[in-house]
């Protein structure tokens, strides 16, 4: 059964900084293109970044670029987002998902639980 | 970056309603659209993929349709749980982009 399970969220003053963390397990993590997606409070969805399986593509949201770091260790199935200059606007409930090709298509099939983010002083 | 126009922000409908929900792009996408259905608290779950492909395990009353830049999906039947918000995506190039979500309230 394929899993993600997020981390590491919590409560961090603005300008702070946060990692978090995505454990994968039911497939090979290896083989994928990883992403992390984000909703604010009562708003909708947004994606924040992508990983190609080996790390050799990495694609981020203008919004984040240049304070957030996506990475993954395919040897312990993991993905991370390192999130640095935290803002109130960062403050969201933060979703990893797999990403998978049918031929030409694209889906985001799997999606862990979320962890919460909060931005306060 | 894509503008992904969805409407109704929200609708009103009884079981066994049929219901349909639009997604208009800025730009010629393709098929690089996917559906997903949200409830609250919950993860996002992929229905539709290149705009009309049936995810696995997904009840064929989900339908989608559509290229170019106009989108459509299809719910054929309410069901209770169908009531949730249902969000666009396009997936034709970076960055991926989401409509503004359409909230499916019981009547």
């Known amino acids: 059964e394929v899993q993600l399970v997020e981390s590491g969220g919590g409560l961090v003053k603005p300008g702070g900084s946060l990692r978090l963390s995505c454990a994968a397990s039911g497939f090979t993590f290896s083989s994928y293109t990883m992403n992390w997606f984000r909703q604010a409070p009562g708003k909708g969805l947004e994606w924040v970044s992508s990983?190609?399986?080996?790390?050799?593509?990495?694609y981020y949201a203008d919004s984040v670029k240049g304070r957030f770091t996506i990475s993954r260790d395919n040897a312990k199935n993991s993905l991370f987002l390192q999130m640095n200059s935290l803002r109130a606007e960062d403050m969201a409930v933060y979703y990893c998902?797999?990403?998978?090709?049918?031929?030409?298509?694209?889906?985001?099939?799997?999606w862990g639980q979320g962890t919460r983010v909060t931005v306060s002083s | 970056a894509i503008q992904m126009t969805q409407s109704p922000s929200s609708l009103s409908a009884s079981v066994g309603d049929r219901v349909t929900i639009t997604c208009r792009a800025s730009q010629d996408i393709r098929n690089d659209l996917g559906w997903y259905q949200q409830k609250p608290g919950r993860a996002p779950k992929l229905l539709i993929y290149g705009t009309s492909s049936l995810q696995s395990g997904v009840p064929s009353r989900f339908s989608g349709s559509g290229s170019g830049t106009d989108f459509t999906l299809t719910i054929s039947s309410l069901q209770p749980e169908d009531f949730a918000t249902y969000y666009c995506l396009q997936d034709f190039n970076y960055p991926w982009t989401f409509g503004q979500g359409t909230k499916v309230e019981i009547k």
């Open positions: 990983i190609i399986s080996d790390s050799s593509h990495i």
């Open positions: 998902a797999r990403e998978t090709r049918s031929g030409w298509d694209r889906a985001f099939d799997y």
